[in-house]
């Protein structure tokens, strides 16, 4: 399904916005595109227009800027809650979730790492724990979990590599049946430089 957002578009779902990012953690999409997208620009769109629907809802919860953004599928004050946006989806109540950023890490890296400093050194150990950030905090309401949930870590984890080195995808991407779906699936390999769009989009709103 295709969106639009304050001119930006991209194909995306009424999903939290990890829908963009497990689906790349392994995978490598760079300069690869079928009929209907090139999908690792896509999701440098959507993270983006997930970054302006966040920094909007600063009108609401004081707490979003554009150095404290983030919201997809997490624990909550209330239990665990699917939301996100846009469209808002769940009731979002200013909580943060650093794998919002974490996972988006390769997608809009300036942006992304923008919003981790500031997590980690303006919370300290209320939301950076021995075994890295918590799963959500919301410093409105001064609730931060105390649990680390492992499939966010993880994905954090992945994503930072990824950006770093590139060692998950080069590595995953040597199996023959990655090299074999991508070809089945209808992908073509072409030039892509994503660094001046990523540069352009972040600058929207320094």
Same mark, same amino acid.
């Given at each position: 399904m295709t969106f639009e957002y304050d001119g930006l578009r991209y194909i995306g779902s009424y999903a939290p916005l990890f829908v963009h990012q497990y689906s790349q953690a392994w995978f490598d999409f760079r300069g690869k595109r079928d009929r209907y997208a090139d999908y690792f620009r896509n999701s440098i769109i959507a993270t983006e227009v997930? $970054?302006?629907?966040?920094?909007?809802?600063?009108?609401?919860? @004081? &707490?979003?800027s554009n150095d404290l953004? +983030? %919201?997809?599928? @997490? &624990? @909550?004050? *209330? +239990?665990y809650v699917v939301w996100g946006g846009p469209p808002a989806m769940g009731p979002i109540d200013g909580t943060v979730v650093p794998s919002a950023a974490g996972g988006s890490l390769p997608f809009l890296p300036q942006a992304t790492? $923008?919003?981790?400093?500031? %997590?980690? *050194? +303006?919370?300290g150990t209320r939301a950076w724990s021995r075994y890295g950030f918590v799963n959500a905090f919301n410093p409105l309401k001064n609730w931060y979990d105390t649990d680390v949930i492992g499939i966010d870590t993880g994905i954090t984890m992945l994503m930072a590599e990824n950006l770093r080195t590139g060692f998950v995808w080069n590595t995953f991407m040597k199996n023959r049946e990655a090299k074999t779906a991508f070809e089945r699936a209808g992908f073509e390999s072409y030039p892509a430089d994503y660094k001046a769009e990523q540069e352009s989009l972040e600058a929207r709103t320094r």
């Open positions: 997930h $970054r302006l629907f966040c920094i909007e809802l600063g009108t609401q919860f @004081s &707490d979003y953004w +983030g %919201i997809t599928a @997490s &624990d @909550s004050i *209330n +239990g790492m $923008r919003v981790l400093k500031t %997590i980690k *050194n +303006g919370y």
